[in-house]
Structures are given as structure tokens and as C-alpha cells.
């Protein structure tokens, strides 16, 4: 059966790309973020996933608002990033793994979250980034299922539903047939507000709040409503969805394994945290 081995989460900053381009992951604006991911260098060494489910919002490459679906999952054996006008390099292409997606696909509909399945899809920043946070050399040695969570366009789903997603997930990873090492990963946030009145918001106590409580205490931050959500960490720092789904898809043990954090990326209070995760029924073995 697929093993869930962990959880990675990340901010997913554009910006990002153009350091990497540039080599400037030394420069001093740069090197205490980059800094952050040497541990999660020697994590992917050490745990070598086959798989990453990454849950991520998509932020106006393959959905547009005219067509918003709440979740969507990919079921791509190949996803292709293009311009987003962001003026970052457009990235390479993920490997996907199809077959995942289709089982991760029929447990969700059975358990009644009826996503929108895409069997073609581009995927942005929010996970090229990420990925070549992970693997700096440029060899991606994963096939991904990428979970889109609309974070952009309100109505947005609650806190709550967004864990209960990831729990539904990771039953379904957990009830895979092939004996796949699968890590899940949830990428933006932390707080961050693009534009309005409160652009440039950032709420450091916040903020640390969430990165104290989703390993040991993740129902503390489920009960908040979205408009509490985006006034506490802000309208974009609600990307925060996407890690609450990441941990709700570890139903097991979890802990705390390293964190970074670190103001501003750009207009983001970028964190970079790791969780290891240890099967309830192996423990019970144990
Ligand atoms: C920034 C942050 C994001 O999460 C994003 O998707 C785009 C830009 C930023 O801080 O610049
Ligand atoms: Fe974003």
C-alpha cells in the first residue's frame, strides 16, 4: 500500500523563480529563505517520495474567474507551466501520475467531494516554484497530482472543509494498491495582501500561531471563518487553505521536523516547514 511519508509546506512566491534564475540564492536578501530549504534538501534525500500530492491555488493560468471550479484534481501523466506575466522563466514540465489521480479521483467522489477532474492542466508558480525549491538541481524525481483550491475568487471553502479535503485524500493515498512513498505538500501563504487598502499586510503573531499549531493542535485554526481567515492573515494569506489541506491529508501521527521563517519575500511572510508522519496502523504495530 502507498505510504504517506510526510508533509512539506512552503510560500510560492514568483519572485522566487527569478533569484533562482539568477543564481542568487547568496545574495543577502535572498539567503535567509534559501537557507530555510537546506533541511528539506537533506529530508527528500533521506525519504525519497515517489510521489508529492501538492494541494496549491491556481492563480489565473488554468482557471480564469470565469470558470472557478472550488477543487479540481489533476489527472495528467504531464503538466506544462507557460507565461503568467509574472516575468519569471517559464518552468520545465512535472511528470504526473495519472493512475494516483484516478484513484485519488474515485475515493473523493465516492466520499462525496465532487471535484472537478482535468485531464488537461497547466500548472503555475504556486507549484513550479515549489518544485524547484525541493530540487535545486532541476531533476524532478516525483510525479505529482496537483489539488487546486480556489483561494481567489469568493465564495472560498472554509478552513474546515479545506482539512477535511486532505483527510479525504489521504484516506484515499493510504488505500492505494501500489507501495508508492507519498509525501503531501501544501504551497502559499503565509500572510501576505497584494492589493486594497491593506496591501502589504503581514501578521507575524499570526503566523506563528499556525506554524505552532498544525503539527500537534490543527482543529485550533479549522474553526475560523474565511472572512476572519483573510483578516487575520490577510486576502491572499488565505493560501494558508492549501497548508490546513496538506495536514489534513497526514491522519496520523505527526510532528514538527523544522521550520523557517522569514520577512518580507517580496510582499510575503515566507515560511518553509516540514512535518514526518507516522501511519496510525503502524503504530498500533509498533
Ligand atoms: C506574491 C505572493 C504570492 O503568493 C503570489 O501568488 C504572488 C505574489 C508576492 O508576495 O509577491
Ligand atoms: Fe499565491
New binding site residues.
Partial sequence: MALIIGGIGT?????IGNAIAKGLQQDPYWRPFFAGFDYVHRWLAREKPDAVVVFY?D?GLNFFLDKMPTFAVGACNEYRNEDEG?GIPVSRAAMGDARLSWHIINELVTGEFDITMCQDMMID??VTIPLQLMYPSGDWPVKIVPISINTVQHPLPSPARCFNLGRAVGQAIESYAEPLKVAVMGT??LS?Q?DGERAGFINKDFDKLCMDDLAGNPQALTGYSIHELVELSGA?GV?LLNWLAMRGAMRGEVTELHRNYHI?????AAATMVFGHRHAAKRQAA
Fill in positions: 510560500t510560492h512566491v514568483p519572485a491555488n492563480h509574472w508558480h504556486a502559499g501563504g501576505h497584494l491572499q493560501e518580507p519575500i517580496s510582499n510575503t
